[in-house]
């Protein structure tokens, strides 16, 4: 079956600190990957999206991510956070099913 | 462009009420989907849609049902509200994979409390 896992379910960072939100997913064929995030009271956005090419995606606000195929994984990095990037973060797949499942979700608080 | 649009924005049910949720995409798309999130539990599929007049069962599908009979609209359906379906409602909608273009445009949710 289809599914995503988050394994950090809140990150507390000072400003300017690095990031990496891990982000693992399970499914066998071809897969579609995105990194969304909510900012409070708000919808989901898209930060980055992957489906082929360059395994390294960037995204908007300064934020990247990583496919490897090999670990199943799609990280979420960003080299040096701001106040405002406080929100929570979904890593979600869509495989051939044309299903599109979510992670968790990752409570992000940056310090000023 | 309104995106996707959702309707109401807020309601409270008594338990055993029913109603429908209401979402309107004005983009066109193939692909629309029903979440539920839940504190510390993400978005989990409910329903969704790969086109007009098709459904299928996402994740948490019991205790929903879901119509597509115009391409634009996606209606869920709570025949007998619980109070284990409180929760916040999010509507997706995007083109399918084959044009490259796969993100998913959310609206902006419908809180449900039922009490």
């Known amino acids: 079956a289809q599914s995503v896992s988050q394994h950090n379910h809140h990150v507390i960072l000072s400003e300017a600190a690095s990031l990496e939100l891990g982000c693992n997913y399970s499914?066998?064929?071809?897969?579609?990957l995105f990194w969304y995030v909510q900012y409070p009271g708000q919808h989901l956005q898209l930060l980055l999206k992957?489906?082929?090419?360059?395994?390294l995606v960037k995204g908007i606000k300064g934020f990247e991510a990583e496919f490897i195929k090999s670990k199943f994984s799609f990280n979420l990095r960003k080299p040096s956070v701001q106040w405002s990037d406080t929100a929570e973060y979904f890593c979600?797949?869509?495989?051939?099913?044309?299903?599109?499942?979510f992670g968790t979700g990752t409570l992000l608080a940056v310090q000023p | 462009n309104a995106g996707v649009t959702q309707t109401p924005k807020f309601r409270v049910l008594k338990t055993g009420q029913s109603m429908t949720l209401l979402c309107a995409q004005d983009?066109?798309?193939?692909?629309m989907y029903w979440y539920r999130q839940d504190p510390g539990m993400g978005l989990r599929l409910i329903h969704y849609?790969?086109?007009?007049?098709?459904?299928a069962k996402g994740e948490v599908p019991d205790g929903y049902n879901v119509s597509r009979l115009k391409k634009q609209n996606f209606l869920l359906g709570l025949e007998s509200a619980a109070p284990s379906q409180t929760s916040v409602y999010f509507c997706?909608?995007?083109?399918?994979?084959?044009?490259?273009?796969?993100?998913?445009?959310f609206g902006q949710g419908t809180r449900l409390t039922v009490v």
């Open positions: 997706a909608s995007s083109p399918p994979p084959l044009d490259g273009y796969t993100e998913a445009f």
């Open positions: 499914y066998g064929g071809t897969v579609n």
């Open positions: 992957y489906f082929s090419g360059d395994p």
């Open positions: 979600a797949v869509r495989g051939a099913t044309n299903k599109l499942i």
């Open positions: 983009m066109n798309h193939e692909y």
């Open positions: 849609s790969v086109g007009e007049g098709t459904t």
